[in-house]
């Protein structure tokens, strides 16, 4: 039968409303458009026949008749049209039947998932299955992508899959009544987490080993080489090259004269496996170092802001209170942040509330200024100064009985007297609990991501949000 026959045999059959038969010959035709007219002219309430004409649409492609079809059968609701926009694609009407009904996330955010990562978008695809209800497709994905940023050396964006990686394991505790899969779940936060931070540091140095004219301030390669010092300590990551951190700490340690510290490290690379385009620096290095003082530049020293301790420029615990040593995420400079505890009888809830009732800011200014007084070492112990702040007299004379560390605990009054703006809370997710800092130098101005939680001098932190629009760790967008 010839292409006319076979349209004029669709006709007669519709005529007999022998409409199955009609349908077949439509179908083995590919005669979508006579498809779509025999279902705008059946009645809505010939339902078998319009869900097979929806069908026969469906399968033959043409999704924008079927989905017309279908909402005349008033389906335009349902699983079919869900599945029938994801088959074709229609990404944003699926999105829309699914904030109607959230039910139906599945039945788009695993397809989407999966066509975002067969188009290379991986990071899109990674939260695209933790809302489909596979986080552990996500973590593959994750896992890939943080493999394939260390193989090429883009070791910023390895430091944020991982901390991404970490996030999910902190999801995972929060959302578990098991205390044994918590712990777990927390320590491997804690170790990606760190990791994270690793690799966002190492980015700078790993641009400085390929280019060494990079506009960083030495004190910025200083401060990042000797942070990646002791957090590589015991680690050995992938792409990570302890070479690269002493050959820069040592570097920005004789340009900033602290000889000590860079004979030190000199000694340390000569331990190593170093490249032949190096070994001529580490050998001329390690001889003329000889002749210069043994002694580091007194500004390059770590004073504790807990006890006023003068540190070695490379430590990150004070040697005598065994406060840990807060870092700027950018600079890596150090924060005159002091770590506080709450007592047992006050919970975040109510500590909260006392600290944004603070006494006002007028008289906080002036407690503050006579807690710089701190740096002078001026009090009779015998008494408590009345021109120094609780906070600092409890400070003043803390007695650790301890060799760890132990965070100072404050009580209601000691909270009141603080002022808003110098103390920073984080408040973490359960099972972690919130925790509380001190800015000791209220000139110095600090900021913390409210989602990653990391630190940062204020001005430098407003600068790369007004660069990037993220926070430059985490990514979280601001504003």
């Keep these: 039968m010839s292409i006319d026959e076979h349209k004029v045999a669709a006709e007669l059959y519709i005529s007999a409303e022998e409409f199955d038969r009609s349908i077949d010959i439509m179908v ?9 007219e025999l279902g ?55 999105f829309a039947l699914v904030e109607k009904n959230p039910i139906f996330a599945p039945l788009v955010y695993l397809p989407y998932a999966e066509w975002l990562a067969e188009n290379d978008k991986f990071v899109e695809a990674q939260k695209a299955f933790l809302k489909g209800g596979r986080p552990e497709r996500a973590f593959q994905v994750l896992q890939m992508l943080t493999e394939n940023a260390v193989d090429e ?10 901390w991404l990686l970490s996030r999910q394991y902190l999801n995972i505790a929060s959302n578990s009544n098991e205390n044994s899969q918590n712990d777990k779940m927390i320590n491997q936060y804690n170790l990606y987490d760190k990791y994270a931070s690793i690799y ?3 980015n700078a140095i790993h641009r400085y080993m390929e280019d060494p004219f990079m506009s960083y301030q030495p004190e910025t390669l200083f401060n990042i080489s000797r942070f990646l010092m002791n957090e590589t300590k015991n680690i050995h990551l992938k792409g990570v090259s302890k ?35 190096y070994q001529d620096y580490v050998d001329l290095a390690s001889l003329s170092i000889r002749a210069k003082p043994f002694h580091d530049n007194e500004d390059l020293l770590s004073m504790c802001y807990r006890c006023l301790t003068y540190n070695s420029p490379v430590v990150q ?19 005159p942040l002091i770590e506080f505890q709450l007592e047992d009888n006050i919970s975040d809830t109510e500590a909260l509330k006392l600290i944004q009732n603070s006494h006002d800011e007028s008289k906080s ?32 004379n803390f007695e650790n009985k301890e060799n760890s560390y132990q965070p100072i605990k404050v009580n209601k009054t000691i909270l009141q007297s603080m002022s808003t703006t110098s103390i920073i809370v984080c408040k973490w997710p359960k099972p972690l609990k919130f925790k509380y800092y001190r800015n000791v130098l209220p000139g110095f101005l600090v900021t913390n991501c409210q989602n990653c939680f990391k630190m940062f001098h204020s001005d430098e932190y407003e600068v790369e949000v007004l660069r990037f629009g993220y926070c430059p760790f985490c990514r979280t967008k601001t504003g």
């Design 200 to 202: 966002y540091a190492y």
């Design 365 to 396: 200014k002036q407690s503050e200024n006579k807690s710089q007084k701190m740096n002078t070492f001026i009090l009779d112990e015998e008494s408590q100064d009345q021109s120094v702040d609780p906070f600092t007299y409890k400070l003043m």
């Design 28 to 36: 083995h035709n590919c005669w979508t458009h006579m498809l779509l």
């Design 153 to 162: 050396q883009r070791f910023q964006d390895a430091g944020h899959y991982y």
């Design 243 to 277: 070479f690269a951190i002493l050959y820069s700490l040592s570097k920005q340690a004789l340009t900033m004269r602290a000889f000590k510290l860079a004979r030190q490290i000199l000694t340390k690379l000569q331990q190593l496996r170093i490249p032949s385009e």
């Design 317 to 335: 615990t004070c040697i005598t209170c065994n406060h840990k040593f807060i870092f700027s995420h950018i600079k890596f400079e150090i924060l």
């Design 40 to 94: 705008r002219h059946t009645d809505k309430a010939e339902e078998t026949v319009l869900s097979r004409i929806g069908d026969e649409l469906r399968k033959l492609g043409d999704t924008e008749s079927a989905v017309e079809i279908y909402a005349k059968l008033g389906k335009d609701m349902g699983p079919d049209m869900v599945s029938l926009h994801v088959e074709a694609h229609n990404w944003d009407q699926a």
